[in-house]
Structures are given as structure tokens and as C-alpha cells.
Nanobody, 124 residues
Framework: VQLQASGGGLVQTGGSLRLSCTPS????????VGWFRQAPGKEREFVAT????????YYADSVKGRFTISRDNAKNTVYLQMNSLKPEDTAVYYC??????????????????WGQGTLVTVSS
């Protein structure tokens, strides 16, 4: 499975972006999909995840209330809507797919497939 993340760009503080994650060679509905991010000089960290059915979502505390993860299995795409962006949200954002449940989905090692990343830059 190859994942394609897109939608990154440059935005001012308080602005919004919507990231998309689309797999090739498979249906996204088969997997739990997560978003992670990695800022320069920092470790890759969990942002959000959504179950294969879309009925459950989980968020890092740092983005809760500002970011929304969703999926449209008919379009074979998972989205990350990011609102009220802050400079500290600046990072390369990666989508990942795998099989996990509960708090296991917060861990990078729970995901088998990764996209190439899309850069989000929030200017102050």
C-alpha cells in the first residue's frame, strides 16, 4: 500500500488547511489511518487517528478542538482539517495506515504503511 499525503502549504497564524491521504493499491476502508507530524529537530509525534469505520477518533491534546480527522471511504480518502493553526503546528505531516485499537493507535509502530509527508508551515 502506498499512501499519498497532500494539502500542505504556507498559512498565517489562525488560518486553516485541509490535508488529504489517499492510498494506491488498496482501499482505505480496510485500515485504521493516523496522522503524525515531525518538526525540525524533533521526534515524529502522534496527531490524530480514525478507525476503519470512522466511528471513533482520537487526538493529541495539543490539537484537540482545533483539528478534525475524518474519512470518506467512498472517495478512498482520509482528511485532516486543521483550524486555528499556530506556529508550533509547523511540521511535515505524515499519514499512516495499519491495524490497531485503542491507545495502541497512538504509537508509530502500530502502523505498517506510511506516506511521504506534506509540509505545513504556519507563519507568525
Amino acid at each position: 500500500v502506498q499512501l499519498q499525503a497532500s494539502g500542505g502549504g504556507l498559512v498565517q497564524t489562525g488560518g486553516s488547511l485541509r490535508l488529504s491521504c489517499t492510498p494506491s493499491g488498496s482501499r482505505v476502508s480496510s485500515y485504521v489511518v493516523g496522522w503524525f507530524r515531525q518538526a525540525p529537530g524533533k521526534e515524529r509525534e502522534f496527531v490524530a487517528t480514525i478507525t476503519s469505520s470512522g466511528t471513533s477518533t482520537y487526538y493529541a491534546d495539543s490539537v484537540k478542538g482545533r483539528f478534525t480527522i475524518s474519512r470518506d471511504n467512498a472517495k478512498n480518502t482520509v482528511y485532516l482539517q486543521m483550524n486555528s493553526l499556530k506556529p508550533e503546528d509547523t511540521a511535515v505531516y505524515y499519514c499512516a495506515a495499519g491495524y490497531c485499537s485503542g491507545y495502541g493507535c497512538y504509537r508509530r509502530t502500530s502502523y505498517d504503511y506510511w506516506g511521504q509527508g506534506t509540509l505545513v508551515t504556519v507563519s507568525s
